[in-house]
């Protein structure tokens, strides 16, 4: 009797230690201290979508401190659940009549984060749309259509018979005062300018005579003129929005002007060119990086094209225009 209670004894010591054991090896769970804020966001939708109510959907995200993750995503949100948090805060405060400006701050942050990020750009259009309205502010106009535009390259470049909102047609035919006026005076001064080809090394390869000729008779008659404006003008090369395009293209690179001492030059002039390189001074672009949309080489069959801008030079009043692709013939 003894040895039977000693042996379930030792049994029973045995199994407490193996959970002991257990409990000591077993993986603990990061801790979630914005678990709650998971739980508000999601809560929020579900109760915006039910009522439309977006002050009661901003109370429930600010009460579970939202303000403070606005700078920096805390480590326990995964990357898209934080941009999801952020851009439908944004956008419930744009539904508000009160607040609605305190979104714009918001939606730049969720842009940047993530600037492929389709819908951010139409919510921001739209925000920027009611300032507009608001306060008759003609730069938050701008910005809107800036906005749109970068939308309808986004949808267009999945679907490119996408059909789009009407209000960002709209907006984006759209001129402002200052394209408008430019335009007007670009016609005015043609009839003073003739074309005459840049001297340069290789410039005979850079254009056609004829075209240009005709293009300038063309333009001087305002016969079938169509200005286009970039959708994407930035002086930054590292802009996330532009490198959501050139992110395309991985042979890209800055345009640069080599320049070389005339001695040097004499001397290099045999060697092959990247040898030759070497010894020039190189000079890279470093602002005005734009990004048009057309179709530049009239092949409907092969779609939309987009493109940096390449300059030529129409002398005479020593005007500089944007060649291709600033106007369409």
Same mark, same amino acid.
Not at 35 to 41: P, S, T
């Given at each position: 009797?003894?040895?039977?209670?000693?042996?379930?004894?030792?049994? #029973?010591?045995?199994?407490?230690?193996?959970?002991?054991?257990?409990?000591?090896?077993?993986?603990?769970?990061?801790?979630?201290?914005?678990?709650?804020?998971?739980?508000?966001?999601?809560?929020?939708?579900?109760?915006?979508?039910?009522?439309?109510?977006?002050?009661?959907?901003?109370?429930?995200?600010?009460?579970?401190?939202?303000?403070? #993750?606005?700078?920096?995503?805390?480590?326990?949100?995964?990357?898209?659940?934080?941009?999801?948090?952020?851009?439908?805060?944004?956008?419930?405060?744009?539904?508000?009549?009160?607040?609605?400006?305190?979104?714009?701050?918001?939606?730049?942050? %969720?842009?940047?984060?993530?600037?492929?990020?389709?819908?951010?750009?139409?919510?921001? $259009?739209?925000?920027?749309?009611?300032?507009?309205?608001?306060? $008759?502010?003609?730069?938050?106009?701008?910005?809107?259509?800036?906005?749109?535009?970068?939308?309808?390259?986004?949808?267009?470049?999945?679907?490119?018979?996408?059909?789009?909102?009407?209000? %960002?047609?709209?907006?984006?035919?759209?001129?402002?005062?200052?394209?408008?006026?430019?335009?007007? +005076?670009?016609?005015? #001064?043609?009839?003073?300018?003739?074309?005459?080809?840049?001297?340069?090394?290789?410039?005979?390869?850079?254009?056609?005579?004829?075209?240009?000729? +005709?293009?300038?008779?063309?333009?001087?008659?305002?016969?079938?003129? +169509?200005?286009?404006?970039?959708?994407?003008?930035?002086?930054?090369?590292?802009?996330?929005?532009?490198?959501?395009?050139? $992110?395309?293209?991985?042979?890209?690179?800055?345009?640069?002007?080599?320049?070389?001492?005339?001695?040097?030059?004499?001397?290099?002039?045999?060697?092959?060119?990247? +040898?030759?390189?070497?010894?020039?001074?190189?000079?890279?672009?470093?602002?005005?990086?734009?990004?048009?949309?057309?179709?530049?080489?009239?092949? %409907?069959?092969? $779609?939309?094209?987009?493109?940096?801008?390449?300059?030529?030079?129409?002398?005479?009043?020593?005007?500089?225009?944007?060649?291709?692709?600033?106007?369409?013939?």
């Amino acid at each position: 009797m003894k040895a039977v209670i000693f042996k379930l004894i030792s049994l #029973i010591v045995l199994v407490a230690c193996a959970s002991a054991n257990a409990a000591e090896t077993a993986p603990v769970a990061p801790p979630m201290p914005h678990a709650a804020l998971m739980r508000a966001h999601d809560a929020a939708v579900k109760a915006f979508k039910a009522d439309r109510d977006a002050g009661q959907a901003v109370k429930l995200l600010e009460d579970a401190s939202v303000k403070a #993750i606005l700078d920096t995503r805390p480590e326990d949100i995964p990357d898209q659940k934080y941009v999801n948090i952020l851009n439908d805060y944004a956008f419930f405060l744009s539904e508000t009549a009160e607040r609605l400006e305190e979104a714009e701050p918001v939606l730049n942050r %969720v842009i940047g984060m993530s600037p492929d990020r389709t819908p951010a750009y139409l919510n921001r $259009g739209d925000l920027l749309m009611k300032i507009f309205g608001k306060r $008759g502010d003609i730069g938050s106009k701008k910005k809107a259509k800036a906005d749109y535009l970068m939308y309808r390259e986004l949808v267009q470049a999945k679907k490119p018979d996408a059909r789009l909102p009407d209000r %960002v047609r709209e907006l984006a035919e759209w001129k402002t005062p200052e394209q408008a006026a430019e335009e007007e +005076e670009m016609f005015r #001064i043609s009839g003073r300018i003739h074309f005459r080809a840049a001297k340069c090394d290789g410039c005979e390869n850079l254009y056609d005579k004829k075209f240009c000729n +005709e293009f300038l008779n063309d333009f001087q008659s305002r016969k079938g003129i +169509e200005f286009i404006y970039p959708f994407l003008n930035t002086d930054d090369w590292n802009d996330p929005r532009l490198r959501t395009f050139t $992110g395309r293209c991985p042979d890209l690179e800055l345009n640069k002007v080599l320049t070389w001492e005339p001695r040097i030059s004499e001397f290099t002039r045999n060697l092959p060119p990247k +040898e030759r390189e070497e010894y020039a001074q190189k000079y890279y672009a470093s602002y005005g990086f734009r990004l048009y949309r057309a179709d530049f080489d009239n092949n %409907v069959g092969n $779609g939309i094209e987009l493109s940096f801008p390449r300059f030529f030079v129409f002398q005479g009043l020593s005007i500089m225009l944007p060649f291709f692709p600033d106007f369409a013939s």
